[in-house]
């Protein structure tokens, strides 16, 4: 076999290893013959270990007597961090409660290169846009300020009050003041991005209009109708998701004009791009993290 191929299939079982660690699964524990050189440069916490006596192990041959460490992570937990930690192949990460369960021990045993990868993994695309909440409530648990923030703007297209499944049970392992940040996070940017809308509404200059809804005396100084529906339907949109995703994009801005049932609106919301872009880009401004 080769040696890319060994150190790919390494199973911590070297004959010249100088410790054990024994993971803590009941029916099988599974132990890692491990060497105490690369657990001391790596972790603090192992180097402060193995600075004391060390128990022997009870085999009679004495190349045999090495320590043995139990410890209360299972095996799933255990190997990965350790291919985290040895010169081989990192492994795949592919769930956010395995990350969360590596990371707890990564932190616990104070190996700062491989919390450093994983607050990296942690706040990857895939998981942010898969489980922003759950990417949040990790960080937050795990107290990495930074990845909090970020996850938090993620949130910002969740709806926080009608969370449900594997999302609504991460709440149980929130703390309330973490979700109660989120709440406001949301709450405050929501009734931000409604007063801006208000204020386009009310003024004069740069004023939405249509051709054929504004077309007489009566109707001058009104808004055109398809911006009275999608001002109904954005309001609706940013007092859950206080993002601008959803509320500037083609499909909603026609929807809003086909519903008003004038034919002169489709090309109204065409004219009014620079009006859209400007309020886009005002709302996008305004603060988006915890």
Known sequence: ???AA?????????PDADVVLVSSDLESPTQFR??????????????????LPQDPSTKDDESEKIPIISVSETRAVLEP???????????????????NQVLAAAIKYEFEAVVSTLRAFLISPTFLQ?????????????????????????????????????????LKRMAAYDYHQLLVLHKRRSDAALEFIRKLESSDEGAVKCMQ?????????????WW???????????????????????DFLYAAARKSGCVRCSGSVLESWKILADLK??????????
Not at 81 to 99: A, G, K, M, Q
């Open 1 to 3: 076999m080769s040696c």
């Open 6 to 14: 060994l150190i790919a299939n390494y199973n911590f079982d070297s």
């Open 34 to 51: 491990v060497h105490r050189g690369i657990l001391t440069i790596a972790s603090p916490f192992f180097r402060d270990m193995f600075s």
């Open 81 to 99: 961090l350790l291919r985290f930690v040895y010169p081989v192949p990192d492994p795949i990460i592919v769930s956010l409660d395995e990350l």
């Open 130 to 170: 898969a489980s922003p909440v759950k990417v949040y409530s990790i960080a937050c648990q795990h107290d990495l300020v930074e990845e909090a923030k970020i996850a938090s703007r993620s949130t910002l297209r969740t709806d926080l009050l009608n969370l449900e499944g594997v999302v609504m049970e991460e």
């Open 213 to 225: 809804c504004n077309g007489s005396v009566f109707t001058a100084s009104g808004p055109p109708k």
């Open 228 to 250: 009275i529906e999608w001002e109904k339907r954005a309001r609706e949109e940013l007092q859950v998701r206080p993002t601008t995703d959803v509320i500037f994009g083609m």
């Open 281 to 290: 880009e005002a709302i996008d401004s305004l603060p988006s993290t915890i």
